[in-house]
């Protein structure tokens, strides 16, 4: 008997791309996917915790960690840009 893979889950009612170039969020809300995920594991939040850190709901928060978990090399080399993006600018500009 073959094992199935499960159905991808539609992320779409809590998450968008269409702020912050193609960096992933919650529908709605300037908070990142990335934001969410690294602080939830970097802390060691709950899922209660890391929902009221962020003013989101437990659910918005289940659906950015399953995204990352789902897209995690895709977010975390768009992590590293915007960060080479914020260093060049803060270099230009004295903030370095």
Avoid at 9 to 14: A, F, M, N, T
Avoid at 89 to 96: R, T, Y
């Amino acid at each position: 008997m073959a094992v199935q893979a499960p159905a991808p889950v539609d992320l779409s009612k809590y998450i968008e791309t269409r702020i912050f170039g193609d960096r992933p969020h919650i529908r709605g809300r300037r908070v990142t996917v990335a934001i969410i995920a690294y602080n939830h594991r970097r802390n060691g939040w709950t899922l209660a915790e890391t929902a009221y850190n962020f003013t989101i709901s437990e659910a918005e928060v289940l659906a950015a960690l399953l995204y990352y978990d789902e897209h995690r090399e895709q977010i975390d080399a768009q992590e590293q840009e915007a960060i080479r993006q914020f260093n060049i600018l803060a270099d230009q500009h004295g903030g370095g």
